[in-house]
């Protein structure tokens, strides 16, 4: 009986201390008092985890990083060891003018697109992470390297090392004209909706001077361009169907926005059926799929928004399996 007594008495010491004030440096995590579960990682923060991450990832060493004890990574759409991959053969990444990071402190997340060398061969690259209580919990990362023939004509015709980002890309918005977070969305939304069965239809808005880099490629707004669809502005691009053979964009995700830049990062799938190989453009002119053989593109995208309109979009695609879905869908997800 003595026993028990002591035994209540030190459970209930026990939990007295526990309800006392909390210390600096604490926080209400987990304790019912509807607290952030997030110590303060702020924008500074942010950009200073993925910079440590880009020269942990250099070095070959991710025990140089602040983990978590449970970290979700993926490279090129699939789940694998943190340190496999382009971890155990990266020899370098592009100058520092290439750098192109966000941040959204609200979610905890941080994205980022540049260039990366694998043995030597330059390769676009972007990557996702999430950051809860300081500890990086999340990484996804897509690379691409040249293709091995080069066609100028063809989006990535260019060499990775060679990849200049839009200017307006580092720029903040001032806050009075900033965009709503949910309306950045919908229109990085109703930019696929309008690329998927493209068929001239507009649902989202674009600046009159928007432009498109497409795996180092503008594609579009380029008014010197020798390619004649790269002269045209990316709304006066869709509004011809030339992309009618898009027949999906699916598992549209928007994790992060950064809404001091203006800019939404996205991911989606893309995919193409090869059903639709000979057809007419809005305006009657007959025009050829781009792919013969069902396909699906992987992409990260980051989408700049001005004055509630589209101006800049930077895109980093990959091939994958037809169909092939991500491993950070909520229903594919592992707990």
Known sequence: MRTLLAGAAALLGALAAFSGPLQAGENNAGRGLNASPMVSCDRACLVAIVDDYMKAFVAKDPR?????????????????????????????????????????????????????????????????????????????????PRPAVINPATPGGNSPADLQHFPEMYQSVPVAERTPRARMIDLADGYFSTLQLNDGKIFTHFTPDSRRNDNGTVTCGVTDSPVATYRQGCEEQFKTGRYLFDNALRERDFPLVDEEKGIVFARVFLDHDSRVINYKLADGTPASASFKTPHTFHVMEFFKVKNGALHRVHVTHIDVPYRATSPWTPENKKD
């Open 64 to 144: 140089r990083l602040p983990l978590a004890a449970h970290v979700m990574f993926t490279e090129n759409n699939v789940e694998m060891k943190l340190g496999d991959g382009a971890w155990a053969v990266i020899t370098g990444k592009g100058t520092s003018a290439q750098d192109l990071t966000i941040a959204d402190p609200s979610t905890g997340q941080a994205a980022y697109m540049g260039v990366i060398e694998i043995n030597g061969i330059p390769c676009w690259y972007s990557l996702r992470i999430r950051v809860v209580d300081k500890k990086i919990t999340e990484i996804e990362h897509i690379w691409r």
